[in-house]
């Protein structure tokens, strides 16, 4: 039974930094899945793809709201992927949820289809980041 959890959220200032975790179990390897998104959901907004991981080879992929601020990664042995958030702003502020590919993967899920939250089989159940000072 896969699962992913994320924690980290909380309430950080104009500037400051926070890193999100997403705990995944159930995939007995990255070979059982090929890529592991970060999406978040403000409110009265549409959920919106922030960054992706490909499990293959560790390439990563991020909206333009969010270039050279955040960075995304993980850690095999923890099975964990990480959302390392810099300079935030008050339009960061969001739930934030991470989603697991298991379908897809590939060339065109890569350039075309990573940030749109239909083509994901799995979700965390998301953690808040409200940034104000």
């Known amino acids: 039974q896969v699962q992913l959890v994320e924690s980290g959220g909380g309430l950080v200032q104009p500037e400051g930094s926070l890193r999100l975790s997403c705990a995944t179990s159930?995939?007995?390897?990255?070979?059982?899945?090929?890529?592991i998104g970060w999406f978040r959901q403000a409110p009265g907004k549409e959920r919106e793809g922030v960054a992706c991981?490909?499990?293959?080879?560790?390439?990563?992929y991020y909206a333009d709201s969010v270039k050279g601020r955040f960075t995304v990664s993980r850690d095999s042995v923890k099975n964990t992927v990480y959302l390392q958030m810099s300079s935030l702003k008050a339009e960061d502020t969001a739930v934030y949820y991470c989603?697991?590919?298991?379908?897809?993967?590939?060339?065109?899920?890569?350039?075309?289809?990573?940030?749109?939250?239909?083509?994901?089989?799995?979700w965390g159940q998301g953690t808040q980041v409200t940034v104000s000072s």
């Open positions: 991981i490909s499990a293959e080879d560790g390439s990563s």
């Open positions: 989603a697991g590919d298991t379908t897809y993967g590939g060339r065109i899920f890569f350039t075309q289809m990573w940030n749109d939250p239909q083509w994901y089989d799995y």
């Open positions: 159930g995939f007995s390897s990255e070979s059982d899945y090929y890529a």
